[in-house]
């Protein structure tokens, strides 16, 4: 597995991570005993990098994870938790008594004193650009509480204000073939502030592994059926914000470029993770797996050749053509 490092924490993270939303169980049910086989999978695959969240099952999948580390102490694995989604977003609600608490529930969930990375979940706007909040993560890192911190946001100017600041380690942020935008400012910046970047949503809610028609059903408690519309959070996080059909039909030319470049030697998905991770200036792509065969399957993307400039060309094509008309200006 390629390793990169992951901005200013200085640690060496595989290039493919794993994402575990679903190991929350918060969109179609994922057991226990699933949980730790991904678990299991995704680091004998080779992937030393974990991203969850404190809401993730209301703190189910940290829980997992941490059960995990405890059984694998030696392993090599940075978790990068998120906080800041257990009250109402509003920004007085981003200050140091509820990072402490927030942090202190995180650190118990997954049995460590310090925790790895720490990133703002997504807060509202104004907290990007409010020095307070930088002054109080900083006291969390004096304290001993957290070894580093950075930030999960929706929009690049968000991206931006964060890369700007001194101790920002990383940026996590949508990145994916029907996602390019980051591609123009936040990389670069973020590359030249030695500032990671944590891809998240690698296949756009796995549109681009070509498996799914008009009649996929999804269940009723997976977001991917109730939040098309951005009825629960932004859109973005839901086949990013690309109308469904309109998805279909582009995942269906990303199947094809996948093809006629590559032939057999990636299927689309891992063709779709690999050009997220081959990015420069991305630390780590994070891609979610419900079971163990998808664990491996995305693990093995870290392994991939480099796609090079003809793919990168068809990607564009599609993007111009079939999704750039859908990108809300924000993102």
Known sequence: MEQQVLGRTGRLVSAVGLGTWQLGADWGEVSEGDARAVLEASLEAGVTFFDTADVYGDGRSEQVIGAFLKEHPDAGITVATKMGRRMDQVPENYVLDNFRQWTDRSRQNLGVDRLDLVQLHCPPTAVYSTDAVYDALDQLVADGAIAAYGVSVEKTSEALEAIARPNVASVQIILNAFRLKPLEEVLPAASAAGVGIIARVPLASGLLSGKYTKDTVFAENDHRTFNRDGAAFDVGETF????????????ARFTELS???????????????????????????????RNVDQARANAAAGHAETLGPLFMSGVREIYDEMIKEHVHDKW
Do not use: H, K, N
């Open 259 to 289: 093809r006629d470049i590559l032939g057999d030697s990636l299927t689309p998905a891992q063709a779709a993770i690999a050009w997220v991770w081959q990015r420069p200036g991305v630390s780590s792509v994070i891609p979610g797996a």
């Open 240 to 251: 990013s914000g690309v109308p469904y059909e309109v998805g279909l039909e582009a995942a």
